[in-house]
């Protein structure tokens, strides 16, 4: 019986794949998308969720309009020079019309989720925390109806946005250790080292571009990203950060998971949302999974089947 997802995301171009990684896996169902500010504006972020289902044909998935900002602290940061300015490499307008979002807020319709649920439901949280915080200080009473939250966040060593912190972090570092210091909930964290260690090179790129209209469309948002890459980090491969951590939510063990005490520094230094680890990981601090990945190959063969198993 496939177990039931709920996907809080920021499409962004690997927020992308991640959801037809997921929409194409056997093992879960897709029971709610939640879009959010993050790399680019919220109502651009929800036009792409909301795109990217009626490209794959789930028009039956609810989409929901997530946070338009952080939880306290109001900051514009995106990442149009990354995703593209319309989140999808350009290629939003190329897509077909957006399926609407239901009324109300998308922390509301994850909370219906869980209500609703016969079983525990795992969430996926592959952008800013904002709703995942939210869910949790809101509906303490549904905690026990979430089976895990597997977040793609965090750097346990360089960051991306700033030497130390990761992009959905930063975005959010109130949220972000809000989630990752719930204690009740087995939340697992899959940091920007692993991601970035699971990069797909040309080979890869080009096994998805072949496969389908849905995977060449992908191949087509991923071309500028992969610029970005290689004048990033001087080499031809595209780290697919949130589909890296969606593997882990659809096939639980894909990833090596080591507990950790984890906490997020939330104050106003250079140090801003980095991810801290260790038992000085400060107050609050709890073992969270932090996922490795030992065997790249088989890691991108997994996220590579699935995506074309259409
Ligand atoms: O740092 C990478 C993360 O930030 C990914 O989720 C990407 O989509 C952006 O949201
Ligand atoms: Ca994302």
Same mark, same amino acid.
């Given at each position: ?7 809080? *995301? ?8 991640? /959801?037809? /990684? ?42 929901? @309009?997530?946070?338009? =900002?952080?939880?306290?602290?109001? =900051? ?14 350009? =290629? ?19 909370? =219906? ?8 439901? !795992? ?13 949790? @200080? ?41 989630? /990752? *210091? ?10 920007? &080292? ?8 040309? &080979?890869?790129?080009? @096994? ?30 595209? @780290? ?7 593997? &882990? ?5 894909? /990833? ?20 801290? !680890? ?33």
């Amino acid at each position: 019986m496939p177990r039931p997802l709920i996907i809080d *995301t920021d499409p962004g171009v690997d927020d992308a794949v991640a /959801l037809v /990684l997921a929409l194409r896996s056997p093992e879960v169902d897709v029971r709610a998308v939640v879009a959010s500010f993050g790399n680019v504006g919220p109502d651009a972020t929800l036009a792409n969720a909301g795109r990217l289902l009626a490209l794959t044909g789930r028009t039956d998935v609810p989409l929901g @309009a997530g946070a338009a =900002r952080p939880l306290v602290h109001r =900051r514009e940061q995106r990442a149009g020079h990354v995703h593209g300015d319309d989140g999808l490499g350009g =290629r939003a307008s190329s897509l077909p019309d957006p399926v609407a979002p239901v009324p109300g807020s998308g922390v509301a319709l994850m909370a =219906r989720v869980l209500e609703e649920a016969a079983e525990p439901v !795992t969430i996926a949280s592959i952008g800013p925390l904002t709703d995942t915080a939210i869910l949790l @200080a809101a509906r303490p009473d549904l905690t026990g109806r979430i089976a895990r939250v597997v977040v793609m966040g965090g750097a346990i060593g360089g960051g991306n946005v700033t030497t130390s912190a990761e992009f959905n972090v930063h975005a959010d570092p109130e949220a972000a250790h809000r989630v /990752l *210091t719930q204690d009740d909930v087995p939340v697992a964290l899959v940091p920007l &080292e692993t991601t970035l260690g699971c990069a797909a090179g040309p &080979e890869w790129l080009a @096994a998805l571009h072949d496969a389908d209209p849905v995977c060449t469309e992908l191949a087509a948002m991923i071309a500028p990203y992969r610029d970005f890459y290689r004048g990033r980090y001087g080499r031809d491969a595209v @780290a697919l950060h949130d589909a890296t951590a969606l593997l &882990e939510a659809v096939a639980p063990g894909s /990833l090596t998971a080591t507990p950790t005490p984890l906490t997020v520094e939330c104050g106003f230094g250079p140090a801003r949302g980095a991810t801290v !680890t260790g038992p000085g990981g400060g107050a609050g601090a709890r073992p969270v999974d932090v996922l490795s990945a030992p065997d790249v190959p088989a890691v991108l063969d997994a996220v590579l089947r699935r995506l074309t198993s259409a």
